[in-house]
């Protein structure tokens, strides 16, 4: 059984910086590729970044392009998503999740991926 398991959400004022880690476990982590997402309160989620099976590929949403990287470790079964130069309308729980497809270089689209974490809230004050 899949299982994702975020962390490092929390509360911090604009401008600062969070690190958001993602540990997979029950499917081989390192052929797949992982995603976040986000989701704000009486919103859709949206789409925030994505990293291909290998690492050597990544996208991001144009709204946290150029403050958020996304890396893994797959030695670890982790997927990061590292934020800095926060701002309060990034407040959403946020969502890691991992592709249905192996050896997928990543993609925007929810449906793409089968499993996913539970969330960690980001709260980000003015």
Request: proline share 3%.
């Amino acid at each position: 059984q899949v299982q994702l398991v975020e962390s490092g959400g929390g509360l911090v004022q604009a401008g600062g910086s969070l690190r958001l880690s993602c540990a997979a476990s029950g499917r081989t982590f390192s052929r797949y590729a992982m995603g976040w997402f986000r989701q704000a309160p009486g919103k859709e989620r949206e789409f925030v970044a994505t990293i291909s099976w290998s690492g050597g590929s990544t996208y991001y949403a144009d709204s946290v392009k150029g403050r958020f990287t996304i890396s893994r470790d797959n030695a670890k079964n982790t997927v990061y998503l590292q934020m800095n130069s926060l701002k309060p309308e990034d407040t959403a729980v946020y969502y890691c999740a991992i592709s249905r497809y192996p050896y997928d270089r990543g993609s925007p689209t929810a449906t793409t991926y089968d499993y996913w974490g539970q969330g960690t809230q980001v709260t980000v004050s003015s």
